[in-house]
């Protein structure tokens, strides 16, 4: 089944229709480490390795609420926002899960950066998978990501690369700020990459549900 990225982008939108105000808000609480440790001086810089612990440490935390969020975006349900919290409970397994990718992606990457990328996209929707299917294992779930993206991994390419616009728009500010304020430019650069996240998100939620259909019809007809 081929899969329309304006038809994937246009439901996103629509789903994200008076709530993308909203989602910018959960957004920036998802990624408030990325926001605080950009205000601070320069002179920090040394305190760098520390900051990484804590944002995946706070990434862990939050990334299963989060995602969740988004999934009921996608399928224009009622957003509640204490579900950025649901996922706390739920770290190792995040941590594990993340953890792994790293590794995986690592791995193919060491062979050449084009088998990187492509085991990232083959990853790519392993945590909407494990939201879905909370009780499967880390293994499992990054098995079923790659599983569900075969021959579709082009098209999610192809999805990703049409934000490039609005990523180079987000790009804008900070390099106007940066040539006025330069400590600054991580900060706005961080900002507006937060208002252009729920689109993406939302974006690859709608493939992901699309996909999920596609592999329910599939094995429905394989038992008519």
Sequence with gaps: MDISIKEIKRNARKSLKGKWHLMILITILYSITGLV???????????????????IVVDSLLIFGYMNI???????????????????????????????????????????????????????????????NPEIGIKEAITRSKELTEGHKLEI?????????????????????????????NFTLTLGMIIVEPYIAVSLADFYNKLIDEKAKEETSYFV
């Design 37 to 55: 440790w950009n205000l601070i001086p320069d002179i920090m810089n040394n305190w760098n390795s520390t900051f990484d612990i804590i944002n």
């Design 70 to 132: 988004v999934l009921d975006v996608s399928r224009r349900k009622f957003i509640d926002i204490s579900l950025l919290l649901k996922g706390c409970t739920k770290f190792f397994k995040a941590l594990g899960i993340k953890i792994l990718m790293f590794v995986f992606i690592t791995l193919w990457s060491l062979l050449f950066v084009i088998p990187g990328f492509i085991a990232a996209i083959s990853y790519s929707m392993t945590f909407y998978i494990w939201v879905d």
């Design 157 to 185: 390419f192809a999805l990703l690369f049409s934000f490039m616009g609005w990523i180079l728009l987000a790009l804008i500010p900070a390099c106007i700020i940066k040539g006025y304020f330069p400590q600054f430019f």
